[in-house]
């Protein structure tokens, strides 16, 4: 079944240092997809990054980075130069089976509290 | 506004009674999704839609519970006698879902709708 681990409940860390969050993933599928959102206080969520499970590059989206690690089965997010801004929730998601005709739901974890440090 | 849309926005209601929300997705977004917050947790599936067809129902979700997307278009998520433990944020979200396009999109998040059962 799938499954997503996000062991860091809560993270502080001091402004334009870069940032690691931890995901692992569990799935039996060899197709799947990988997300990151943020979620602000505010509430809306935000999406941030995709990674397909047979992406032969770790994907890139200006400050966000997704270190795709397919035999550990992780998708830890990188977040560079960190921002006062970027203190929000952050939820890795899964999806399996990401053909069009496969019906697979997103499943998320449950969320790591970043705070920026000024 | 071209973005997910959900009413309302909150909703106060006595335990015992019915409700429905109403999720507007991105107009072609063929996939649509339900989820459940509550305070501090990850988003928490319930539902999705692939056009009018419900594809997958979450176990987690009661008989109480029922949603609907006639004509691939909105979608209305109802709950029946309403309960305490119903209090969460419902968040609603679409994707599209094209034949030949690279694998997996995200899916975008609307504001969602809070809901206090009192």
């Known amino acids: 079944a799938q499954k997503i681990t996000q062991t860091q409940p809560g993270m502080f860390v001091q402004e334009k240092e870069a940032v690691t969050l931890d995901c692992t993933y569990d799935t039996s599928d060899q197709s799947y997809g990988l997300f990151w959102y943020k979620q602000p206080s505010s509430g809306e969520m935000i999406f941030l990054i995709y990674q397909g499970s047979y992406d032969e590059q770790n994907a890139t989206e200006g400050r966000y980075s997704l270190n795709f690690q397919k035999a550990r089965k992780s998708a830890n997010l990188v977040i560079s130069a960190s921002q006062l801004g970027d203190s929000a929730m952050y939820f890795c998601?899964?999806?399996?089976?990401?053909?069009?005709?496969?019906?697979?739901?997103?499943?998320f974890g449950s969320g790591t509290r970043l705070s920026i440090r000024p | 506004d071209t973005g997910v849309s959900q009413n309302p926005r909150h909703k106060i209601t006595k335990r015992g009674q019915n409700v429905t929300f109403r999720c507007d997705p991105i107009s072609e977004h063929n996939r649509l999704y339900w989820y459940r917050q509550t305070l501090g947790q990850g988003p928490e599936f319930l539902t999705y839609f692939q056009n009018e067809a419900q594809l997958e129902k979450s176990r987690l979700l009661s008989d109480r519970f029922s949603a609907e997307r006639p004509k691939g278009s909105f979608s209305t998520l109802e709950i029946q006698r309403t309960e305490q433990g119903d209090s969460a944020m419902y968040l609603c979200a679409s994707s599209l879902r094209r034949v030949g396009a690279p694998m997996g999109t995200e899916a975008f998040f609307g504001q969602g709708t809070r809901l206090t059962v009192v």
């Open positions: 998601a899964m999806r399996e089976g990401v053909g069009y005709s496969s019906a697979s739901k997103i499943i």
